[in-house]
């Protein structure tokens, strides 16, 4: 091979390494994404009893004497209402709590609705006999089970009863109209039926201490305003007790409020037993809850 041809050849040999280092190789990968779509059910339960919680009674006729008379109550009676508890109590829905102990019980005749008006009107007119705080603390327990209950504004019970009691035929179907007027499907109400206190001395390896057990008692009752009767009726008992040495005079000054605290929360979670739509032995158990 001449010279020539010996560049000629280089020259070809580099022309294809360079055609070779030139090329570009690609390799597609491909790649397959899977995604997983994930339900969540989320079951939203609304309240299927709608209730009103009215102002509680006592059965002291003077009101809350009885309550006065508690170990550590003041000379005023703890409990005892102020100017501005008495103008915050409702006269008229005093009333309906009369109406619904003498005409939820018992079919009342048509003509007996005269009879009732003038209970009403004489209730309406008498001295009040409210239970301060009662309505309040058992409709913050009610609170609690959203699920079940859901409790309606007092003024817009109270602005109702106000129109009703206007009306000619008053108070005949008041509870089915008092529904109409709310959309509550049920009533709850409450009387302090007693207040007592029993006290204990004990003396001996050199102590001497007394101990004070104060308890009260709240009938609690529950109206279906649609079937206009009551339907649950029952007594809770809030109780107290303290005990310290003998020579010390110091008392809770908020038994009251512990009584009634003590009951209501009792009275709250066992409607919340029984009103479960799902309870054998409940309210509801021959009934088909709907919204």
Known sequence: MNKFNVIIAAILACGAVHAQLGRTTTTKETKRVVTETTTVTTKVVTPFMKVAVLDFTTTESLGLKAIGHLPGASEKGEGSLSKEDR????????????????????????????????????????????????????????????????????????????????????????????????????????????????????????????????????????????????????????????QRPISVEQFDNNIYQTLMMGALEQAAEELYELCQPDNPDGLFKSKTVTE
Request: proline fraction near 2%; aromatic fraction near 10%; charge should be positive.
């Open 87 to 242: 103008g915050s109590i409702n006269a008229v829905m005093q009333g309906f709590v009369k109406l619904l102990d003498t005409a939820s019980d018992t079919k009342v005749k048509d003509d007996k609705w005269d009879e009732e008006r003038v209970l009403f009107n004489a209730t309406l007119n008498g001295k009040a006999r409210p239970s301060v705080l009662g309505a309040e603390y058992l409709s913050a327990y009610l609170g609690r089970h959203t699920d079940v209950f859901a409790c309606l504004d007092t003024m817009l019970v109270k602005a109702a009863m106000l129109k009703l009691r206007k009306q000619p035929s008053f108070p005949k179907d008041f509870m089915k109209r008092l529904a109409e007027e709310t959309g509550a499907t049920h009533l709850i109400y409450g009387t302090i039926s007693d207040v007592r206190s029993k006290e204990n001395s004990f003396k001996g390896y050199g102590v001497e201490t007394k101990t004070t057990l104060c308890q009260l008692d709240v009938i609690i009752k529950v109206i279906d305003l649609k079937a206009q009767y009551a339907v649950f009726s029952n007594v809770y008992t809030g109780s107290y007790k303290e």
